[in-house]
């Protein structure tokens, strides 16, 4: 028996590194969450059974809403005691960018949560202006448009000045200047503006593109004053309240946001010298996630905590600000990823395995055989030892491929073919296995792993719910959420249920770093295993697509309860896509297509060719399934 504890699978899954304390393992190896510390633990089990008793099927999207809450407090409370500490004029008034996940429900629970420190909310286009306008209501709390913007969108933005919002216009293009100054005469309001700056600092990672010269969004240092001068000809210079810069997501490298700060805190006492009274500068947003857990500077981690990031922003725009003689301005950021990242996680059931070894194939002696199968035979019958075992490894890959050579020749049959196959990857096994005992792993032999593991099929769609992973090579965290007190045996990648071989996930958190399969157990008999995808809460919930007809998962929100004997409470269901949604929104009309079935059906039927009985229940089938879910049934 091999000893293993739940430490042991804690490190083995990084768990606490990318978990920031919401994650942990009980004492029966089952994931849980806890939502804040004083929190009983939720197990994510549990919730799964919960669930499909109440007729919610996998795969599914879990959000922890008090993960929102909490992770909406962090960051306020951060801010508020750097800035006490630092003797810091300003106040914090950070907003939530929608675009990160728009979902109403998300947006609610972070406007509730952010009421008591005014948090309000951006949004970067006109649908998403629509969704704050109705929402952030508190008339304390900024609301912070970014995005190219049209006649309407300036229109509605004057709309929320009117009902006393603050309101605050981003000029991202200097052409939306003179638009809005129109419009702000024709309505006779006063706006709030803000303007992007173009940052030349050199971003690092995925979003570099985001600074730079030829950066898509922001005014250059020469439209930034011609702005300036051009509101002063209106009288209406004042208007100006706000710089903004945003550098990209995900920023892995602290040093990144010192130049920014720097850069940005320069162009911000530079507009108050041209008389500009701005009170707030937005930092944007950035603030990364540690993904793998390695707390370094590698494009899905971060080299900071929430605590670093804050304290550069205040005590950078501080020591500037001072220097300058330019009064502390009131402090903006927009974190949408920090916020959201680890509130949602997607649950999926492992339905097959995907194995290149076939051990049930037989492949007894015959008369007459090939001599490339005597010679893989051959090779499967030494003994691996420390003096042969990269020989018969070099002697077996060469027998296999001069076996494709004859194959493709047709000089071997396909069943001679199977037979050499299978002994050799009897024979790769065997070697795995041999070299596992080795101190020194050759070079050659340490791929061999991940060349027998097997793929796991597991019941998603990787285009809508991993998207980065697929997109941008984003890593997620994936965990199995039972059997973590036993020493998981095996090891695989995870490919989903699409036709397209894209559809796999191929790159995971390890303790000894990034590897292209995860430790796993072995898949028993009548027990179903759970996988959990992780961190999938900011842009991953939002940015899936339908590739396949594969629709939106069921939801469900839960709450934590401490009075509850779980822990925990399903507040809300979501049911995910039907396969008719989908069809919908492809211009399919699912009932049309019901009865021109049913009428093939019945022609079938009255020319005898099935009985009637039969016919009706063929098109009941169809029309369920319609009606269902588009993943597979389990
Ligand atoms: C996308 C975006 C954000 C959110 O960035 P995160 O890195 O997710 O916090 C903030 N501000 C602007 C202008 C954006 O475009």
Redesign the pocket.
């Known amino acids: 028996m091999n000893e293993w504890t739940r430490e042991e699978a804690e490190k083995t899954y990084n768990i606490s590194t990318w978990g920031e304390g919401y994650f942990d393992i009980s004492p029966e190896g089952d994931l849980v969450v806890k939502p804040s510390p004083e929190a009983k633990s939720i197990n994510i089990r549990e919730v799964v059974e919960e669930m499909r008793s109440q007729g919610v099927s996998l795969p599914a999207v879990i959000r922890f809403h008090d993960i929102l809450r909490s992770q909406v407090r962090k960051i306020n409370q951060s801010f508020s005691e750097v800035i006490k500490e630092a003797n810091y004029n300003g106040k914090y008034c950070g907003v939530y960018?929608v675009?990160?996940n728009q979902m109403r429900e998300v947006v609610e629970e972070i406007v509730d949560a952010g009421e008591e420190f005014n948090f309000g909310l951006?949004a970067?286009s006109k649908p998403e202006l629509l969704s704050v306008l109705a929402y952030n209501t508190n008339p304390e709390a900024i609301t912070v448009l970014?995005g190219y913007k049209d006649e309407d969108y300036l229109s509605l933005a004057l709309l929320g000045r009117q009902l006393g919002r603050k309101i605050i216009i981003v000029i991202e293009k200097f052409s939306e200047l003179p638009k809005l100054l129109k419009l702000s005469q024709e309505y006779q309001v006063k706006p709030l503006i803000g303007l992007r700056g173009k940052m030349s600092l050199k971003s690092r990672g995925r979003w570099a593109k985001s600074t730079g010269d030829r950066a898509k969004f922001g005014l250059s240092t020469s439209e930034m004053i011609r702005a300036v001068e051009l509101m002063e000809e209106y009288g209406l210079k004042d208007c100006i309240k706000l710089f903004h810069f945003?550098i990209g997501?995900?920023i892995s490298d602290i040093r990144t946001f010192k130049e920014a700060i720097t850069e940005g805190a320069r162009v911000f006492t530079q507009l108050h010298k041209l008389g500009c009274q701005l009170e707030y500068f937005d930092a944007?947003?950035?603030?990364g996630i540690d993904y793998d857990g390695s707390r370094s500077s590698s494009d899905s981690s971060v080299n900071y905590t929430l605590n670093e990031y804050v304290a550069d922003i205040v005590y950078g725009l501080k020591q500037i600000c001072d220097i300058e003689n330019v009064p502390h301005p009131n402090i903006v950021t927009?974190?949408?990823?920090?916020i959201t990242a680890h509130h949602s996680l997607v649950i999926t059931n492992v339905v097959d395995k995907i194995s290149v070894t076939q051990p049930n194939f037989d492949t007894k002696v015959n008369d007459n055989e090939h001599m490339l199968i005597k010679n893989m035979r051959e090779m499967h019958s030494w003994v691996i030892g420390e003096d042969n075992f990269q020989e018969i490894y070099n002697e077996a890959i060469q027998i296999k491929e001069q076996t494709l050579s004859a194959f493709n020749l047709g000089v071997i049959s396909l069943k001679d073919r199977a037979v050499i196959e299978t002994l050799y990857w009897q024979i790769m096994e065997g070697i795995m296995n041999f070299s596992e005992m080795l101190e020194f792993v050759p070079e050659s032999l340490s791929e061999l792993d991940n060349k027998l593991a097997p793929q796991y099929l597991c019941n998603f769609s990787v285009f809508q719910s991993a998207a980065d992973h697929w997109a941008i090579d984003q890593l997620l965290p994936v965990v199995p959420i039972s059997r973590l007190n036993e020493k998981p045996d095996a090891n695989c990648s995870i490919a989903d249920i699409t036709c397209d071989s894209d559809g796999i996930i191929g790159k995971f958190i390890n303790r000894d770093g990034i590897t292209p399969t995860m430790a796993i157990h072995h898949l028993k008999e009548d027990e179903e295993y759970l996988v959990g995808l992780f961190l999938t809460g900011?842009y991953q919930d939002v940015m899936g697509d339908m590739h396949n007809l594969f629709g939106r998962l069921h939801e469900v929100h839960v709450y934590g309860d401490n009075d509850d004997p779980q822990g925990f409470y399903i507040e809300e269901i979501i049911k995910g896509n039907t396969a008719s949604g989908v069809l919908s929104t492809m211009q399919y009309n699912p009932e049309y297509m019901a009865q021109k079935m049913k009428k093939n059906v019945s022609k079938i039927v009255s020319e005898g060719k099935i009985p009637p009985r039969l016919g009706v229940k063929w098109v009941d089938f169809y029309e369920d399934c319609l009606t269902s879910y588009t993943y597979l049934k389990n």
């Open positions: 960018p675009k990160v951006e970067g970014n945003h997501s995900q944007g947003g950035g603030l927009e974190s949408g990823r920090a900011a």
